[in-house]
């Protein structure tokens, strides 16, 4: 029995779901496996229009390619050769599933390589993108416990921003910050309580 072609399975999974090959290839694979499942379970060939309409999925990359109008051609010739005689008919089409098999199996590992190379070019934004979350997490912890702290309620936003960018230096993030401590402002202006978001300076306590 011919077995399926296996789809694409790494252990970067969720990074090959972002590629342009993986959007691209996988609908059309999960489609003609479908298709071609069902023909192979139930033992009835698929028609000469399905194998028509799995053909151009497979093959061509446009809508309107003139590729369609040669699957159509080859197509029409094969139906028109067996017209009258049912048994020569399912034994073309039967015949064309382990083609189509093969012909997925090399788009598949076609992709696989395309996969690899998007995949080395995404990672290393992905992982400085994984790496920023982690810092942006860790300065709301560091100016939320600062205000936890401040009883008097005097540290504002701003003055906030500069103590969590010294913090986090300290800390070994410095690769990881932006290159003014605005951002950082940015980045704990949710976790701030509404006195530090308060305009103008503080006001000092009377002794």
Same mark, same amino acid.
């Given at each position: ?7 694409? @399975?790494?252990?970067?999974?969720? @990074? ?37 309409? *799995? ?64 995949? *080395? ?64 402002? @940015?980045?704990?202006?949710? @976790? ?16």
């Amino acid at each position: 029995m011919t077995s399926n072609p296996a789809p694409i @399975v790494t252990a970067d999974l969720e @990074v090959d779901q972002l590629t342009s090959t993986w959007k691209k290839f996988f609908p059309k694979f999960n489609s003609a496996i479908e298709s071609l499942s069902k023909a192979l379970n139930s033992g009835e060939a698929p028609t000469f229009g399905d194998l028509n309409t *799995l053909a151009r999925t497979l093959i061509t990359e446009e809508e309107n390619s003139s590729n369609n109008d040669f699957i159509g051609m080859a197509f029409q010739s094969l139906e028109d050769a067996s017209e009258g005689d049912e048994v020569i008919s399912e034994n073309i089409r039967k015949s064309l599933i382990p083609l189509f098999l093969a012909l997925l199996r090399s788009q598949s590992c076609s992709a696989s390589i395309s996969i690899k190379s998007e995949r *080395l070019r995404i990672k290393p934004l992905l992982d400085a993108n994984n790496e920023k979350s982690v810092v942006i997490k860790r300065a709301k912890i560091i100016a939320n416990d600062k205000w936890a702290a401040d009883t008097n309620k005097e540290i504002r936003t701003s003055e906030m921003a500069n103590r969590v960018w010294s913090q986090l230096v300290d800390e070994g993030f410095s690769q990881y910050l932006p290159q003014n401590v605005e951002r950082v402002k @940015v980045w704990i202006r949710s @976790v701030a309580p509404e006195h530090a978001r308060a305009k103008g300076r503080t006001k000092k306590r009377s002794a």
